[in-house]
């Protein structure tokens, strides 16, 4: 766990800030003296995530799919708290659907909040540090294992994930020289409210899910944040481009006998 004041002077934004892993890393970043900038479509939940934080930050109501929104959201915060430094690209949306069933709208909604919306906030924050002439700025995206193993039900969610993985690659590669980082964040299985409530509503879904995790637990939106926390500081100067998965081992192939 970094130390307490470990990101002072950063000016962080976070999407899909009121609740959840968004809440979560909004929470560390503020407790590492960071000013935070919270970004969501309600602004109720946006302002209890601030109130979490002890009341200093700025909420900045905004739909990520949409460009002008988006650039009136950084404007606000930058109002208010200064330059942005750091972006957490955390807002996503998601349901479980077989792809024959999956209409184009329901399409449209995911990979425009996911990837849409992730390419247009990282824009945003690219043009301005490329404005100001360069400097030690740091982007996290996040995104989920599926992108690369693929998921029954997730197609939607699948192909804007990976469509992320590759924004982030591309990104690190092309911004580098403007000292602006660009790294991803995949969670596996965290224990919420509302991951208990939609995706493992029973004890023996949950179980069924805690077997093919070889670390034999969930994970905690806390952990999610410090690594996030980790990926922003300049413990990880030298990291630009990677996914960090933190899963328990989810992902990996377990093989016949397990």
């Not at 200064?82 to 807002?91: C, R």
């Not at 998921?151 to 939607?156: E, K, L, N, Q, S």
């Not at 993985?165 to 590669?173: D, G, I, P, Y």
Request: overall charge negative; aromatic content about 6%; hydrophobic content about 45%.
């Amino acid at each position: 766990m970094l130390a307490e004041g470990s990101l002072a002077g950063r000016v962080a934004l976070i999407t899909g800030g009121g609740s959840g892993l968004g809440r979560a890393m909004a929470l560390e970043l503020a407790r590492l003296g960071a000013n935070v900038a919270v970004l969501g479509r309600r602004r109720e939940p946006l302002e209890e995530t601030i109130a979490l934080a002890g009341g200093n930050g700025a909420v900045v109501p905004a739909d990520v799919r949409e460009p002008d929104a988006v650039a009136a959201a950084f404007d606000a915060a930058e109002a208010e708290l200064g330059s942005i430094t750091t972006l957490v690209n955390n807002a996503a949306g998601n349901f479980h659907v077989q792809a024959e069933e999956l209409s184009p709208n329901g399409w449209r909604a995911v990979v425009g909040i996911v990837l849409d919306g992730t390419f247009h906030c990282s824009r945003e924050l690219g043009r301005r540090v490329i404005a100001r002439g360069g400097d030690n700025a740091q982007i996290v995206n996040i995104v989920a294992s599926y992108a690369w193993t693929g998921g029954p039900g997730t197609v939607h969610s699948a192909a804007a994930k990976a469509g992320v993985v590759n924004l982030t690659r591309t990104l690190a590669v092309e911004w580098a020289q403007h000292g602006i980082r660009v790294n991803a964040i995949s969670p596996g299985p965290v224990d919420t409210d509302e991951t208990r409530e939609r995706l493992w509503p029973t004890d023996e879904i949950r179980e069924h899910i805690l077997r093919r995790i070889p670390l034999g637990r969930f994970g905690t939106p806390e952990e999610i944040a410090h690594a996030c926390a980790y990926l922003v500081s300049d413990y990880a100067a030298y990291v630009t481009g990677d996914v960090l998965t933190l899963d328990g081992g989810a992902w990996l192939e377990q093989g016949m006998f397990r």
